[in-house]
């Protein structure tokens, strides 16, 4: 891994130390994130909706 920090760097790392606690709680925060993200987007569709009146 040529990884130093981040998000994937601790997934990695709590794969390589079987943290299962770690790893857990990466996850839920990535899931976290792309709910979030998928939330905004969805926000700027129906907004885009409301403004042209487009399906």
């Known amino acids: 891994m ?3 920090k981040g998000l994937a760097y601790l ?3 709590g794969q390589e130390n ?5 790893m857990i709680g990466i996850v839920l925060l990535l899931s976290a994130m792309g709910w979030a993200l998928y ?3 969805e926000l700027l ?3 885009r909706q409301r ?3 487009t399906q």
């Open 45 to 47: 569709r129906r907004r």
């Open 18 to 22: 079987v943290d299962a606690a770690t």
């Open 51 to 53: 403004s042209f009146g």
């Open 11 to 13: 997934l990695a790392s």
């Open 39 to 41: 939330e905004v987007f």
């Open 2 to 4: 040529g990884a130093i």
